[in-house]
């Protein structure tokens, strides 16, 4: 994989990359993160500071002497300093295109357009429902980008989650284009492009606070907290104004590795003036804040005591670097050795011990089919399945079908995460199993073994309330959250009509002194199914095998002479998934109906059987609906011997 820093278009100082300033003078940022009163007192603050900027900008503009801003200039690729042409700048519209991530949870990716220039935030994936049977994947409509690749510039990546980096190889698989990331996110995005056998994909790595210059746009990547390291909000400067990406985010002061998220460098691009905001969404529904990552090492910590001569297992998202490495640390203070299950967990763990952002002590780390030489007292498993996935290791543990680990009375189970909306089932159902095999089982509603990686709403009015935009889109939500997002705009002071709530496939146009939907674009879902696309979700084959679910199949037979077209034998009858009611036998009803319509149809001259299956499907479907009040498909072959 072709991987480099990228030195050429990052704006550097004294030939060292630029690094993000704090200031001194912003007690928020230096305070306790558990005092919530002095965070609520920084944030009174802070909103008196905007209106009084905001006060202070109306009267500049009114006596006609508003000062322009001074603005960095980004390091061309050649290494010389382009300074911004205004001619013509600024006379069109920039265009926001939603392909994914909002009005739903998943498959985030957001393009933005202005002339011949475009660039791509993330590329996700969500996963099926139960309306999908069959599908393993499903990713955003990007035929959009396909018929207008000459214009894109990069992919911009916020971060290593899959619903923000899963749909990278089928999108590079289409679109020739280089790639933006932090060093975790890239490394995490190398392991997908590398099973796809794509690899010659330019990759850029990037640091909070480095500058890249694509088109006519500069990005600047901000350091936030997240529930995976190398998390990036986006601060987009654009002919018409600067816009600002969150990502996901959220505010901790007091993380576990890494720095907190920069609100020094966040208040000063609010300073400098924010166009047009688009802010995640996900916990907006939450009052208060999200609790730091280091609550839940209070809480193993305490659990690892407490289950001293147990053998302990953790589910948790392979992701979430930062609480695997609490993990190791724990095993290693209680001299356990770590065993990891399940292959997403593998290949997480290699690619972050890898580029140094987990630390593991050596001879801690063993192979998961050795655990059987050691004590329960000395071993923590550290596994998949926390969202009860059906093939994950910690459902197969359940079930009593992984074969390297086998659950009993001394397992104590920790299920760090918290459930996936439209997950609970299947959560349950692991859980209910663990406790028949006379685990202890530990998860979310016991014990605080878990903690949100997005931002409740103190902390999103933290967000606006420093940004001070003049525009806003909330992003990163079903359509719930994105109107409850709007309403705390609205609470925070803004105008209702400076947001906007949009849908996937909407278009924004944002002008110098405007914003409004533009005409859509082509949007929607591609399916994903091993390792081919089956199109949109309304495609014939997803009816058909939604009608087969549901209703199941007949496949009738019949063999006929080529010469004469006479039945050769009885036509056979097949059914698979139809519901037969009792001491039925449809079979042979069947089986007549095709005898009699080969009497009625010229099954010689028919030499395409076009007529004679025809006959059988509807006169099939009648006779089933009439006995059954149900549709199965019915299929009709003929053979001509």
């Known amino acids: 994989m072709k ?71 980004p390091f061309a690729p050649n290494g010389k300093q382009k300074k911004f042409s205004k001619k013509g700048r600024g006379r069109n519209p920039v265009k926001i295109m939603f392909l994914g991530g909002v009005g739903e949870i998943g498959k985030n990716m957001t393009a933005i357009e202005y002339g011949n220039d475009i660039i791509i935030i993330d590329a996700g994936l969500t996963f099926p429902d139960e309306e999908l049977p069959g599908i393993d994947l499903v990713i955003p409509d990007i035929s959009y980008l396909v018929a207008n690749k000459n214009k894109i510039r990069g992919l911009l990546i916020t971060h290593g989650h899959e619903d923000h980096v899963g749909g990278i190889p089928y999108l590079l698989k289409e679109i020739d284009m280089p790639v933006y990331a932090t060093k975790l996110t890239l490394a995490l995005a190398d392991n997908k492009l590398r099973e796809h056998r794509l690899n010659k994909v330019q990759m850029n790595t990037v640091r909070p606070g480095d500058r890249v210059k694509l088109g006519c746009f500069t990005v600047e990547f901000i350091n936030v907290n997240h529930s995976i390291a190398g998390a990036v ?61 280091t609550v839940v090492g209070t809480t193993l910590d305490h659990l690892f005591s407490e289950n001293v001569n147990r053998r302990i297992i953790v589910a948790t998202f392979a992701s979430n670097v930062h609480r695997l490495q609490q993990i190791v640390d724990l095993a290693a203070k209680y001299r356990r050795k770590v065993a990891l299950s399940g292959r997403s967990m593998l290949n997480v763990v290699d690619a972050a011990t890898k580029i140094g952002e987990l630390t593991i002590p050596e001879g801690v780390l063993i192979d998961v089919e050795k655990i059987k030489n050691y004590f329960d007292r000395e071993i923590v498993i550290v596994s998949t399945g926390s969202q009860g996935e059906p093939m994950s290791a910690l459902t197969r543990m359940a079930s009593g079908e992984f074969n390297k680990v086998t ?53 999103l009015k933290i967000l606006h309330s420093l940004l001070d935009p003049e525009y806003f889109i909330p992003v990163h939500g079903e359509y719930r959250h994105l109107k409850r997002h709007a309403q705390l705009a609205v609470e925070l002071g803004m105008s209702e009509n400076k947001i906007l709530i949009a849908d996937i496939g909407n278009c924004v146009e944002l002008t110098k002194d405007n914003m409004q939907f533009g005409e859509s674009i082509s949007s929607g879902s591609r399916l994903v199914d091993g390792s081919s696309l089956e199109g949109k979700e309304n495609s014939v084959v997803m009816k ?52 009699n319509l080969a009497n009625q149809v010229d099954i010689a001259g028919d030499t395409d059987n076009t007529e004679y299956a025809a006959a059988i499907k509807k006169a099939v479907k009648n006779f089933i609906y009439k006995k059954t009040k149900q549709n199965p498909v019915v299929m009709a072959n003929i053979v001509r011997i």
Do not use: W
């Open 3 to 73: 991987q480099k820093q990228n030195d050429r278009t990052v704006t550097k100082e004294n030939g060292q990359a630029a690094q993000p300033k704090r200031r001194a003078d912003m007690p928020l940022f230096l305070g306790n993160a558990k005092d919530a009163a002095n965070r609520q007192n920084a944030a009174q603050k802070a909103q008196v500071r905007r209106e009084g900027a905001a006060a202070e900008r109306a009267e500049a503009r009114s006596a006609g002497r508003e000062e322009k801003r001074e603005q960095k200039q």
């Open 233 to 293: 909000a986006l601060c987009i400067d654009t002919p018409n104004g600067r816009i600002f990406h969150s990502g996901d985010f959220k505010i901790d002061l007091t993380p576990v590795a890494g720095e907190p998220i920069d609100l020094s460098r966040i208040a000063e691009i609010g300073r400098e003036g924010v166009k047009l905001l688009l802010c995640e969404s996900t916990n907006v529904e939450r009052q208060g804040y999200t609790m730091s990552e």
């Open 407 to 459: 659950i009993g009375s001394n397992d104590t189970i920790i299920i760090s995460a918290s459930p996936i909306p439209g997950n609970e089932k299947m959560i349950y159902r692991v859980i209910n199993n663990l406790y028949r095999k006379g685990a202890n089982v530990v998860y979310e509603s016991l014990e605080k073994i878990h903690v949100s990686g997005h931002a409740c709403q103190e902390e």
């Open 544 to 595: 058909d095998r939604k009608h087969l679910s549901e209703d199941g199949i007949f496949v009738i037979t019949a063999c006929v002479s080529e010469r004469t077209g006479d039945l050769l034998s009885e036509p056979a009858v097949v059914n698979r998934g139809f519901v037969m009611p009792e001491n039925a036998d449809y079979a042979s009803e069947i089986s007549r109906i095709a005898v």
